[in-house]
């Protein structure tokens, strides 16, 4: 008989927690990206100073092998469309389908507000004028990831935008050619071969390709990837703009003693499946479903392909099932949770899904689980991770879109309000800022004003 599968249990019946107890108590695992800061700045710095020939050097040390030209020709991007299987092509064209419908929905308008006659405010919406789009080798291969990138940015009009992902010593320094093929049926153009922190480092510094070609820099850099990739973020921020800084995937399931504990299970290893950082949280006010939950995950661990990847997920400190005594106290834990994705699986699964306030997804009843949303939803997949989903949001049409506000004054709106911006500035003992008003109306005045404004 093989051994039971039980994940690790927080029993919070009968405990009255503040928020701050409930956050420690919960199950959480999350990477030290500061630990490998040492490790990633050397590799920055030198692509920031020698380019495309460090980073070739990089990939030829991690990835095992240096792409020819970093830069993918046209070719090579039409050939792996041709050559994509029929079937995963028509999957692909279904994810971007549904995935550019719901994206279209996220757009914004320029809103202009008359604050006084004479006086307007207008917010402006620009996009990005370049970003780069992160898709990670390693484990898998993530051509959703590159749907999932590069739909929002081309909706909210992104003239310019590069794919990086890894090149594959098994494809001839080529990116998997299903990444390419991706690529290629959402009409990009210019995909880059290098991977982990140095592809980080190039987006953002820029260089010139092995052929003379220039690489041009980014102005904002989007996509998960590994703790490097994190770090290499975290590094280069502010010389570019950067979506988050991405840990390892988690999900939280909320259920009660309805919920299927054979649907339970196998999203709870779904997700375990990608990394063995990868969280799994089931929240319930059910032993027996806990149980039940157990016995099922024993069974299915058996037969799933990357039984050594999710059981170790299942048994770290990040996994684990927390008991709670009713739905409302579970509503409570997976709000402190804020999981990247967040399931529902109890009676009335709708009214319960609108009281969830923090989580980058959410996925309501037995038939909307967290696979939907990773591929076919029309939902983004790129969330924020390791509770940050109580302040930020995941990727969207927002993300590639900055507002700007366009003021529009006439003399006699600015005269209206002038004697208010000079005392506050006066108050705020700024007085250059008043003179800067006041000056205007003496210098049409021809000399002082009376009221001295």
């Known amino acids: 008989m093989p051994a039971r599968t039980q994940l690790a249990r927080v029993d919070l019946r009968g405990r009255t927690t503040t928020t701050a107890e409930l956050r420690a108590a919960l199950p959480r695992g999350g990477v030290d990206v500061d630990s490998v800061l040492h490790q990633v700045r050397p590799v920055v710095e030198a ?18 092998i240096a792409p020819t030209t970093v830069r993918v020709s046209a070719d090579e991007l039409q050939r792996a469309l041709d050559e994509l299987d029929p079937a995963i092509r028509a999957a692909l064209e279904v994810a971007i389908e549904r995935t550019r ?18 006086g307007t405010v207008t917010e402006r919406w620009i996009p990005v004028a370049r970003v780069g789009l992160y898709v990670p080798g390693g484990n898998a291969v993530y051509p959703s990831s590159v749907v999932m990138n590069v739909v929002p940015a081309q909706t909210a009009g992104v003239d310019s935008l590069v794919v990086a992902s890894p090149p594959q010593a098994q494809f001839g320094g080529l990116p998997h050619p299903t990444i390419l093929a991706a690529a290629q049926l959402l009409g990009v153009d ?14 953002t510094y820029g260089g010139t390709d092995t052929d003379s070609a220039e690489l041009e820099p980014v102005d904002l850099i ?3 990837g590994n703790i490097y990739v994190t770090a290499a973020k975290r590094l280069c921020r502010g010389l570019v703009g950067i979506d988050a800084e991405a840990g390892p995937t988690e999900i939280a399931i ?12 196998a999203d709870l290893i779904s997700q375990a499946e990608h990394d063995v950082l990868a969280a799994s949280v089931l929240v319930t006010d059910s032993v027996e479903l806990a149980d039940a939950v157990d016995d099922a ?3 299915q661990l058996e037969v799933t ?3 050594e990847r999710v059981a170790t997920a299942l048994s770290g400190k990040q996994s684990g099932t927390v008991l709670v005594p009713n739905i409302d106290e579970g509503l409570r834990v997976v709000n402190a949770y804020a999981a990247e994705h967040l399931e529902i699986q109890t009676a009335d699964a709708s009214a319960v899904a609108a009281r969830v306030t923090s989580a980058g997804a959410v996925f309501v ?12 939803a029309g939902s983004n997949h790129v969330l924020p991770t390791a509770g940050c989903a109580r302040h930020s949001s995941g990727l969207s049409v927002q993300t590639f879109l900055r507002g700007i506000h366009v003021v529009d004054y006439s003399e006699a709106a600015l005269d209206e309000v002038a004697g208010h911006v000079v005392t506050l500035a006066n108050a705020e003992d700024l007085p250059a800022h008043g003179e800067a008003v006041r000056l205007r109306f003496e210098s049409l005045a021809g000399g002082p004003r009376q009221d001295q404004r």
């Open 47 to 64: 692509i920031r100073d020698r380019g495309v020939e460090a980073a070739n050097e990089f990939s030829e040390k991690f990835d095992g």
């Open 101 to 118: 419908l719901v994206h279209a929905d996220q757009r914004r308008t320029d809103k202009t507000t008359q604050v006084v006659p004479g």
């Open 190 to 203: 210019e995909v880059w071969a290098v991977g982990g922190a140095q592809a980080v480092a190039l987006l």
């Open 222 to 224: 989007t996509g998960p």
């Open 254 to 265: 909320l259920a009660d003693a309805t919920a299927d504990p054979i649907h339970v299970a």
């Open 297 to 299: 995950l024993t069974a």
């Open 305 to 307: 392909q990357h039984q």
């Open 365 to 376: 009843g037995p038939w909307s689980p967290v696979s939907l949303g990773d591929y076919c």
